[in-house]
């Protein structure tokens, strides 16, 4: 009867064993379906972002043509170097809106903060950019207007399985 | 003439060779300025704004594409 008993405990704790092995693998499985579909959304989403026009190349290339004259020996570095101050300004205001510290009118009213005195900008182009966001904001922000475009379709999805993946990570 | 048209092949090949590695450059810069945009943007997205999230998105990744790519 002893031999019965074990006999059906060691059973039990190998059906148990594999039905947790089982779930585990699908799990696995299903969590690699999403990462998948993650990764393909977002060549799809950068495939579309990549057909549009970038403003901000735009902007930059007017202004060089309206300083054609003006140019310096350092005119193309001074440019280079206010692009990369624009966008790390703008990132770091990017940050305190995701952190709730700067509301979206506030950073919309000076993206790159070239409006300030102690800017660092060499040339107006960080000014020119920041007129750009604010007057595309306030344009959306008086007609209402819905985003509604493919590219934001699969930006909503990709959000949406990177919080599927998650809850799969926090299971 | 078989030294010369050797050289030639060799230098066909090295100027197709830095092309596709400039292509791959560049797509791998497109990859990190998206990479970057997300970082910036999931917290907004997070709170359940995906249309302000967006547009946050698609400014900073032009900028970042515009500047660095």
């Known amino acids: 009867m002893k031999n019965k008993h074990k006999f059906i405990m060691y059973f ?27 990764i393909e959304a977002k060549k799809e989403l950068k495939s579309e972002l990549d057909k549009k026009e970038n403003p901000i ?11 054609i004259l003006a140019k310096n020996t350092n ?9 990369e101050n624009s966008y790390l300004r703008m990132s ?39 007129i750009y966001y604010k007057e595309k904001y306030l344009q959306k922000k008086a007609e209402k207007g819905e985003t509604n475009s493919y590219a934001y379709e699969k930006f909503k999805k990709i959000q949406e399985l990177k919080k599927e993946i998650k809850n799969y990570e926090d299971e | ?25 560049n797509g ?14 999931d ?4 709170g359940g704004d995906y249309e302000q999230a967006y547009e946050h998105f698609e400014a900073i990744y032009n900028h970042c594409t ?4």
Request: glycine share 6%.
């Open chain 1, 12 to 38: 039990f704790a190998i059906a148990l064993s594999l039905i947790s092995c089982i779930s585990e693998q699908e799990n696995s499985t299903e969590k690699e379906n999403l990462a998948n579909e993650l």
């Open chain 1, 57 to 67: 190349t735009t902007i930059m290339e007017s202004y060089k043509k309206s300083n």
């Open chain 1, 75 to 83: 005119f193309e570095e001074n440019l280079q170097f206010d692009l």
């Open chain 1, 92 to 130: 770091e205001n990017l940050k305190l809106v995701g952190s709730g510290k700067l509301s979206n009118d506030d950073f919309y009213n000076d993206v790159n903060g070239a409006f300030q005195s102690e800017s660092g900008f060499k040339t107006d182009l960080g000014k020119k950019i920041s």
């Open chain 2, 1 to 25: 003439m078989r030294t010369s048209k050797k050289s030639i092949i060799i230098v066909f090949i090295m100027l197709f060779g830095v092309s596709v590695a400039q292509q791959f450059e």
């Open chain 2, 28 to 41: 791998a810069c497109d990859l990190g300025c998206m990479e970057e945009a997300f970082e910036l943007t």
């Open chain 2, 43 to 46: 917290p907004i997205a997070e």
């Open chain 2, 66 to 69: 515009a500047t660095y790519c």
